[in-house]
Nanobody, 120 residues
Framework: QVQLVESGGGLVQAGGSLRLSCAAS????????MAWYRQDPGKQRELVAT???????NYADSVKGRFTISRDNAKNTVYLQMNSLKPEDTAVYYC??????????????WGQGTQVTVSS
């Protein structure tokens, strides 16, 4: 079994910064693509950023130039550095990962979510 545990959310003023972390633990052979999503109540879950096992990244247009996704493969951890935060970044942020277990099959996992609130 694999768990994703997120941390780093909180309340920040507009223009401020936060760093989210998501650590995968359990029976892991390899952590492949990892990503961050966010969801505001009443809205669809939105893809924020992705990072491949090799480190290639992609970002939603709304966060380009402000957010940076990175990973530490030795720790099976993905990070989201969020700078120049805006009130519209307020949401629950979810970690997502494609992880292969000892049988080498890849499964998708989600974290429990961490609240980010940006005040104006």
């Amino acid at each position: 079994q694999v768990q994703l545990v997120e941390s780093g959310g909180g309340l920040v003023q507009a223009g401020g910064s936060l760093r989210l972390s998501c650590a995968a633990s359990g029976s892991i052979f390899s952590a492949n693509a990892m990503a961050w999503y966010r969801q505001d109540p009443g809205k669809q879950r939105e893809l924020v950023a992705t990072i491949s096992g090799g480190g290639s990244t992609n970002y939603a247009d709304s966060v380009k130039g402000r957010f940076t996704i990175s990973r530490d493969n030795a720790k099976n951890t993905v990070y989201l550095q969020m700078n120049s935060l805006k009130p519209e970044d307020t949401a629950v942020y979810y970690c997502n990962a494609l992880i292969a277990g000892p049988n080498r099959y890849e499964y998708e996992y989600w974290g429990q979510g961490t609240q980010v609130t940006v005040s104006s």
